[in-house]
């Protein structure tokens, strides 16, 4: 018989951990090996760790707490109690003592603060993993390690993996459609706890442009190596698609909802526009288009009226056409899908008509409280490359008829 426990030798074991925690916590290894020793001791006799029991004292006494007692008392103790609760001591100190709790949780089981923390090998989308196939899965828990048995990789209820309890993580292959993921742990003690359900998609099935990539001409300042261009495309995917990225003729990453983006273009140079689309699971679909801006200044355009020739080295080859007489004109006939109309614009800038293949498209009102020079200010776009006429009409605006042109851009 020990002499750990005045009065209580005879129906308890004592377990001695070494140091003084009146102020210093213990180590976890040492809350451990107590929890071990407790687990395995009282295993023997189908004793829970985190239950209570009831001892006969050996002797008078009064506890640290002010408790007393006679000897022949029954007194309730948790099964797991520090030496305090039977005797007028400090032991075990009371960093030590506060974490007596813990010690039972842990020597008792189940396994706690088990849960899924990621899954490699997928991509999440809100609260769904999406995968080809091969995924892997980590997880962790509160409990220590050493306390746990193994560890059970479950996909749809099914153990797809076995690993010990020093390890956090196992692979699996999973067959096409919705599973449900999650890990079992296994105490020492035997009992078991199950995380929460992580969903996982696979999925092989690639993106789509149900709208491929397609090039137009938009507003903003015309250079001749920096034509601005919209370029824009529909992405989808029939399980999440995660974004759409421009590998060519730059590199960009676009949001899954995003369907266009604005770039500029060398003029009279080919461009390619590739496009990848990329779902959450990895799967990948690639698109592209080409187009080459070209300009065609005002010197090849037909007139028509009174036109005057400006000379700046702020306008497209140096030149410019200006006309302040009603129903002047300038045309010009290309073959293209998109095409937009130059100009330069200030304060005293009147108004212009513009006709499509003979037909009156717009009225644009180039007045302009800042001037600007090689200003693309209106645009036109056509599903298919074709060919087409563009007029230019001067309105003859009352106060300020003048405007001046630059030529026009078209897409080919």
Same mark, same amino acid.
């Given at each position: 018989?020990?002499?750990?426990?005045?009065?209580?030798?005879?129906?308890?074991?004592?377990?001695?951990?070494?140091?003084?925690?009146?102020?210093?916590?213990?180590?976890? +290894?040492?809350?451990?090996?107590?929890? =071990?020793?407790?687990?395995?001791? &009282?295993?023997?006799? #189908?004793?829970?760790?985190?239950?209570?029991?009831?001892?006969?004292?050996?002797?008078?006494?009064?506890?640290?707490? #002010?408790?007393?007692?006679?000897?022949?008392?029954?007194?309730?103790?948790?099964?797991?109690?520090?030496? =305090?609760?039977?005797?007028?001591?400090?032991?075990?100190?009371?960093?030590?003592?506060?974490? &007596?709790?813990?010690? =039972?949780?842990?020597?008792?089981?189940?396994?706690?603060?088990?849960?899924?923390?990621?899954?490699?090998?997928?991509?999440?989308?809100? /609260?769904?993993?999406?995968? =080809?196939?091969?995924?892997?899965?980590?997880?962790?828990?509160?409990?220590?390690?050493?306390?746990?048995?193994?560890?059970?990789?479950?996909?749809?209820?099914?153990?797809?993996?076995?690993?010990?309890?020093?390890?956090?993580?196992?692979?699996?292959?999973?067959?096409?459609?919705?599973?449900?993921?999650?890990?079992?742990?296994?105490?020492?003690?035997?009992?078991?706890?199950?995380?929460?359900?992580?969903? @996982?998609?696979?999925?092989?099935?690639?993106?789509?442009?149900?709208?491929?990539?397609?090039?137009?001409?938009?507003?903003?300042?015309?250079?001749? %190596?920096?034509?601005?261009?919209?370029?824009?495309?529909?992405?989808?995917?029939?399980?999440?698609?995660?974004?759409?990225? &421009?590998?060519?003729? *730059?590199?960009? %990453?676009?949001?899954?909802?995003?369907?266009?983006?604005?770039?500029?273009?060398?003029?009279?140079?080919?461009?390619?526009?590739?496009?990848?689309?990329?779902?959450? +699971?990895?799967?990948?679909?690639?698109?592209?288009?080409?187009?080459?801006?070209?300009? *065609?200044?005002?010197?090849?355009?037909?007139?028509?009226?009174?036109?005057?020739?400006?000379?700046? /080295?702020?306008?497209?080859?140096?030149?410019?056409?200006?006309?302040?007489?009603?129903?002047?004109?300038?045309?010009?006939?290309?073959?293209?899908?998109?095409?937009?109309?130059?100009?330069?614009? @200030?304060?005293?800038?009147?108004?212009?008509?513009?006709?499509?293949?003979?037909?009156?498209?717009?009225?644009?009102?180039?007045?302009?409280?800042?001037?600007?020079?090689?200003?693309? *200010?209106?645009?036109?776009?056509?599903? /298919?490359?074709?060919?087409?006429?563009?007029?230019?009409?001067?309105?003859? /605006?009352?106060?300020?008829?003048?405007?001046?042109?630059?030529?026009?851009?078209? &897409?080919?």
């Amino acid at each position: 018989m020990g002499a750990h426990a005045y009065g209580f030798n005879s129906e308890t074991t004592g377990i001695s951990v070494l140091g003084t925690y009146t102020d210093v916590a213990p180590s976890e +290894a040492a809350m451990v090996s107590v929890a =071990r020793i407790a687990a395995w001791k &009282l295993g023997q006799y #189908g004793v829970s760790p985190s239950g209570t029991t009831t001892l006969t004292a050996g002797a008078d006494a009064t506890n640290y707490f #002010g408790k007393s007692w006679s000897a022949g008392a029954q007194l309730s103790f948790p099964v797991i109690h520090g030496h =305090r609760d039977g005797y007028n001591t400090q032991c075990p100190g009371n960093q030590l003592y506060d974490r &007596l709790a813990t010690v =039972r949780s842990w020597a008792t089981g189940p396994v706690t603060g088990l849960a899924i923390k990621s899954v490699t090998g997928a991509g999440l989308s809100g /609260t769904t993993y999406y995968t =080809r196939a091969g995924i892997t899965v980590n997880w962790s828990a509160t409990t220590p390690a050493s306390l746990i048995s193994k560890y059970e990789l479950l996909v749809d209820g099914k153990t797809a993996a076995t690993t010990a309890g020093s390890t956090t993580s196992a692979k699996a292959t999973l067959a096409v459609g919705t599973h449900q993921i999650q890990v079992r742990a296994t105490h020492q003690s035997g009992k078991t706890a199950v995380s929460a359900i992580a969903t @996982a998609v696979a999925e092989t099935t690639a993106p789509s442009f149900p709208t491929k990539p397609n090039l137009s001409l938009r507003t903003g300042t015309v250079n001749t %190596t920096a034509v601005p261009v919209k370029l824009s495309w529909k992405a989808t995917d029939n399980a999440a698609l995660k974004e759409v990225r &421009l590998t060519a003729p *730059l590199a960009a %990453t676009y949001g899954p909802t995003t369907t266009s983006a604005n770039h500029t273009s060398k003029s009279g140079a080919a461009t390619s526009w590739s496009m990848t689309a990329y779902d959450h +699971a990895g799967n990948s679909a690639t698109s592209s288009v080409a187009g080459t801006p070209v300009i *065609l200044q005002e010197t090849a355009a037909t007139k028509s009226g009174t036109w005057t020739t400006k000379s700046s /080295t702020s306008y497209l080859g140096g030149k410019s056409y200006s006309s302040s007489a009603k129903n002047a004109s300038l045309s010009w006939t290309f073959t293209g899908r998109s095409v937009a109309w130059a100009v330069s614009r @200030a304060s005293t800038s009147g108004q212009a008509h513009i006709y499509i293949d003979g037909t009156k498209a717009a009225t644009v009102d180039l007045k302009s409280p800042t001037t600007k020079y090689r200003d693309a *200010l209106w645009t036109k776009t056509w599903p /298919t490359c074709a060919k087409h006429t563009i007029k230019i009409v001067v309105a003859g /605006t009352t106060g300020r008829p003048a405007i001046t042109t630059d030529g026009i851009v078209y &897409l080919k």
